[in-house]
């Protein structure tokens, strides 16, 4: 994704939490966000990935992951998002505080080596804002518990009081990353991905749009390729993210997204899940014959983007 230079994280988070003082969905309440950001018409009718709109709609959606983290918002049982004001402060559980404080650590430590003076200070900086309602010293003990934790799994070393980190090879690398991505993210970075495969087969792709919006319609991408022969394919993408890794998706959903294909021009569909699929659904996949239809889980997702060297800062 490209490093434009519009709103920050920190900025989005302020804006999430002005527009969940009553439930909103997630893309509603992103749509709302964007309104804001007073985009001109070109910028919004721009949805290739690494646009600004785009780009703009990840800063928010990893703001609301970032809270929903902290428990400064919750998700209700429908689905919806509500700041958890009024409400007496949730308990920030210790699984909740390591995924705040340990990607500031690694994130840290990614170019060069510190001191543990200066991973603290970051923890203090970066993490603190995240975590409301959480004592320093809680912040400062779980950095040095996970610290200790990072150099028993090998992925840290201590040398002369300094933290560095152990080499990590690009499997693991895109693994970390992928498994981080926000809803928006995992929506951003697979068109790129799919974009660069098909580019790396052969095809010429004059098409590439991130469409995840509250009035999809169930496509949150679109790819338009054509082969050597000159056959031109039209693809679209539906894209199901679970932070919950055990999750899968259900025989329902991909029912809905068949009937999404059935309709459409296009020629094929991916469905897109960073987890899997349910037996339901994937045998519906299979025997669906109208149009062709692959199913694309997150250890194939992470297959294809080595295939083609797809990097994440792309």
Not at 42 to 60: H, M, Q, S, W, Y
Not at 141 to 167: F, M, N, P, Q, T
């Amino acid at each position: 994704m490209k490093n434009i230079d519009c709103i920050t994280v920190p900025e989005a988070r302020e804006q999430v939490l002005a527009h969940t003082a009553a439930p909103v969905q997630r893309k509603q309440l992103i749509d709302r966000c964007i309104k804001r950001q007073k985009l001109t018409a070109a910028e919004l009718k721009d949805k290739t990935p690494g646009a600004v709109l785009n780009v703009i709609k990840c800063r928010f959606g990893d703001a609301i992951e970032q809270l929903l983290t902290s428990g400064a918002i919750v998700q209700n049982p429908d689905g919806t998002l509500v700041r958890s004001q009024g409400k007496a402060a949730p308990t920030v559980k210790k699984a909740q505080r390591d995924a705040v404080v340990e990607p500031v650590i690694v994130t840290l430590l990614e170019t060069s080596g510190k001191t543990k003076r200066d991973i603290l200070n970051a923890v203090k900086e970066k993490a603190a804002p995240l975590l409301t309602g959480v004592s320093e010293q809680v912040l400062l003990s779980d950095a040095g518990r996970i610290l200790e934790e990072l150099i028993r799994a090998e992925k840290l070393e201590l040398k002369d009081g300094v933290y560095s980190r152990i080499h990590e090879s690009e499997e693991e690398r895109a693994a970390r990353i992928f498994n981080a991505l926000s809803d928006e993210g995992l929506v951003e970075h697979s068109v790129n991905m799919l974009k660069r495969w098909y580019e790396s087969r052969g095809y010429k792709v004059t098409e590439w749009k991130n469409t995840d919006s509250p009035t999809d319609g169930g496509i949150d991408g679109v790819i338009t390729a054509t082969d050597e022969l000159g056959i031109q394919e039209r693809i679209i993408l539906q894209v199901k993210n679970f932070h919950n890794k055990n999750n899968r998706v259900k025989e329902c959903e991909m029912r809905e997204f068949c009937g999404v294909l059935a309709k459409d021009s296009a020629t094929k569909g991916l469905f897109v899940t960073s987890s899997k699929y349910h037996q339901g659904a994937a045998k519906f996949a299979k025997d669906f014959k109208y149009k062709y239809l692959a199913l694309i889980d997150g250890e194939k997702w992470l297959r294809l983007a080595a295939a083609c060297g797809y990097l994440f800062n792309e």
